[in-house]
């Protein structure tokens, strides 16, 4: 028996219309429309806590063409708003379905991605409604720029991975690949949840502090800034992603919305120190100005991948490597070298 197609439509901002095939869960979803080159890892994008607020859209154009795998989930639930693809193959179309997640395919995602690289990032609306009610919905979708985002997405309570020196990972949306990798390298991560402040993430005597990646603008975290600030001297410190931007934040470096952002994983970064080029997994929509500290820089653009100080690593990129290349796993070696290396730090 054939499956009736459900017709389903993207709709932009300005109004342009992207026609598809309804393939998720009934209904409508808003976000920003952003895209991701890489090839492989569907199942760790659409999981990345990274992605609240956004429509996924995916400009490799076969999807799920090696199944479902729980396993690689990188939270407990798909982060995206929604997922757009060309083609969905029938056991990942039926995933997202049973997850409740508006997906679409049948898109022409080529035309789609130049759109975006062209003109920057735009609010979109996608599902099986009228045009002009998505429409409505894309206008209706605020900025993620200056503004905090609705959906918490850390963890509520600590808890605690791997044996050995503690390293302290402050969540505010971290992928379970980062604390593992941590743990493989012979440390105990507490994970804490993203609104703790610098007192009580000392209270529990880390060797040093790693804050991991999340969603949204950086710069309206005043918080979360605020606890970087008050570690910075105290601890060694570590920082990935939206890590590395509240870090550069603390250290009064303005941070930037990029025009399309950052999202695949054959992004090539220079590591200044050495000249190496390391191809990197990235998810990212903002960047820091910086005119010193710089220890990574981007090769496509130019942009600021990482910060490096006496008391302080970061890098823009993601190093666990969910679901690859490789080349950031020495950023952890880095991490745990200096966690068995350095003194408990304490509340002063």
């Known amino acids: 028996m054939q499956t009736m197609q459900r017709s389903a439509y993207l709709v932009l901002e300005d109004g342009t219309v992207f026609p598809g095939r309804a393939v998720g ?50 939270s407990g639930r798909v982060q995206a708003e929604a997922v757009v693809m060309r083609t969905a193959r029938p056991a990942w179309a039926q995933w997202l379905q049973e997850q409740g997640v508006v997906a679409i395919d049948d898109v022409d995602t080529r035309a789609l991605v130049r759109r975006i690289r062209a003109d920057g990032v735009l609010r979109c609306a996608v599902g099986e409604a009228p045009i002009d009610e998505l429409h409505a919905r894309a206008l209706a979708q605020p900025p993620i720029d200056g503004r905090p985002l609705d959906r ?74 605020a606890s970087v600030r008050e570690l910075l001297g105290r601890v060694p410190l570590f920082g990935i992603c939206l890590g590395h931007q509240l870090l550069g934040l603390a250290l009064d470096f303005p941070t930037f919305k990029l025009p399309f952002g950052h999202r695949g994983a054959n992004h090539p970064v220079r590591d200044a120190r050495t000249g190496r080029v390391l191809v990197t ?33 970061t890098v823009q990129f993601h190093p666990e490597a969910a679901p690859g290349p490789l080349d950031g796993l020495p950023f952890f070696d880095q991490v745990a070298e ?9 509340p002063s």
Do not use: M
């Open 152 to 225: 918490s997405v850390g963890t509520e309570e600590p808890y605690f991975v791997g044996a050995g020196p503690r390293l302290a990972l402050l969540d505010l949306g971290c992928k379970r690949s980062i604390p593992r990798r941590l743990a493989e390298t012979g440390l105990e991560v507490a994970v804490v949840p993203g609104d703790w402040d610098a007192d009580a993430i000392l209270e529990l005597e880390p060797r040093a502090v790693l804050i991991g990646n999340g969603p949204g603008d950086p710069a309206v975290l005043d918080g979360p800034i």
């Open 25 to 74: 869960a009934a209904g409508v979803a808003a976000g920003e429309a952003c895209f991701t080159t890489a090839s492989t890892g569907y199942e760790e994008a659409a999981t990345d806590p990274s992605y609240v607020a956004q429509v996924l859209c995916f400009a490799y154009p076969l999807v799920g063409n090696y199944g479902v795998d729980p396993g690689r989930a990188e």
């Open 338 to 346: 200096a966690c068995r290396s350095a003194r408990i730090f304490a």
């Open 281 to 313: 997994v990235q998810n990212h929509g903002f960047a820091v100005e910086a005119d010193e500290y710089v220890s990574h820089v981007s090769l496509n653009d130019g942009t600021v991948e990482g910060l490096a100080g006496e008391d302080f690593a």
